[in-house]
């Protein structure tokens, strides 16, 4: 759980398993319950993903900073598709302000 009044930033993602959907069209995006998102969604056979085998600079891909209101999860969403395999670890940098 990130703490309430924390600035959030995705710093990286090191994909262990690269992600696969049926037709690899599916998209990933990552967020804070009810305080938005801190990427936009990406579909895993985009040339420019993080979603393929290696360690990944979150904020190349989505320079997105998100306070939050409150103590929320980290939440991760995919559309379009099911994924059926994949695997990774994020990191996330995040400051508590006043």
Not at 37 to 48: P, Q, V
Not at 69 to 77: D, E
């Amino acid at each position: 759980t990130i703490p309430d009044n924390a600035v959030v930033t995705l710093d990286s993602v090191d994909v262990l398993t690269t992600f696969t959907s049926a037709a690899d069209t599916a998209t990933i995006k990552v967020g804070l319950a009810t305080n938005g998102d801190l990427s936009t969604a990406i579909a895993i056979n985009d040339g420019t993903n993080p979603w393929d085998t290696g360690a990944h600079a979150g904020s190349a891909y989505t320079p997105i900073l998100v306070k939050t209101t409150g103590a929320r999860l980290i939440v991760v969403t995919s559309a379009t598709q099911a994924i059926t395999a994949g695997k990774c670890v994020f990191c996330f940098r995040y400051y508590v302000t006043v």
